[in-house]
């Protein structure tokens, strides 16, 4: 279980607070949707999650035990808001292997059916594939690292309907083997998936039954 608890942040250079005491709970097979609106904080709160920022007050803790920066970074894996920029391999196996050089065929395989990509070729170019392909991709990536915190900065910014329904179905399944948090601007959307709604405001999350 993931517990966030009394969380403060306000960036260096902000002379504004982002999260003001910030309560979170999220546990495998419950993921957490976090809505709000552009500057709210919810690329930040993903930040602080996964270690890339430390809050000023408050404590993130995993099953119990209070986690230091560096410990988050290990424990999380984060898809950005547009991952495909941050591609670099020149196919899809070389992604798949950069930071796992001996990953095998297989493995390579295994993966790539865990995030629905099984028919996809190895020697695609990553910057070829579909936008949700791409985003698959990137799930893809992380899942290789094994995280027990998997945190999705706005799966379905920039997709078209078509491709947004498979992102949707990869959350679901997502969620059974991992903490997932989702955040987004179009909360609307993840309206049919079992997960647990938040509203980010004021720095704080309020739970919403809008859209159970
Ligand atoms: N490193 C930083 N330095 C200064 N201000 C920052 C920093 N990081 C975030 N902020 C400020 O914190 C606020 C929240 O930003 P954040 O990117 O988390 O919002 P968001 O909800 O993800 O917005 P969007 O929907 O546009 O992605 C903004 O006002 C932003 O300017
Ligand atoms: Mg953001």
């Known amino acids: 279980m993931l517990e966030l608890k009394g969380v403060h942040y306000q960036p260096a250079i902000s002379d504004q607070p982002v999260l003001q005491g910030l309560d979170l709970t999220v546990s495998i097979g419950k993921p957490a949707l976090v809505a709000g609106p552009s500057g709210s904080g919810k690329t930040t709160l993903i930040e602080i999650i996964s270690g ?16 230091n920066a560096r410990q988050r970074r290990w424990l999380c894996g984060v898809v950005f808001q547009f991952p495909e920029r941050h591609f670099l391999g020149l196919t899809v196996s070389q992604e798949l292997r950069l930071g796992h050089r001996r990953l095998g065929h297989e493995d390579q395989i295994k993966v790539l059916r865990k995030v629905g990509l099984a028919d996809i070729s190895l020697q695609k170019a990553p910057e070829k594939l579909s936008g949700g392909e791409q985003r698959r991709l990137a799930v893809a ?15 379905t910014a920039g997709l078209d309907w078509s491709v947004r329904d498979e992102v949707l179905n990869l959350l679901a399944n997502l969620a059974l083997d991992q903490v ?15 997960i647990s709604s938040f509203e980010l405001k004021s720095g704080k999350l309020l739970p919403t039954t809008r859209f159970k």
């Open 52 to 67: 890339m920022a430390q809050p000023q007050k408050g404590h993130v803790s995993w099953q119990g035990s209070n986690l």
């Open 141 to 155: 990536v992380q899942l290789l690292r094994h995280p027990k915190i998997l945190l999705l900065d706005e799966p």
């Open 180 to 194: 997932l948090v989702v955040v987004t601007h179009e909360p609307e959307l993840f309206k049919e998936l079992p």
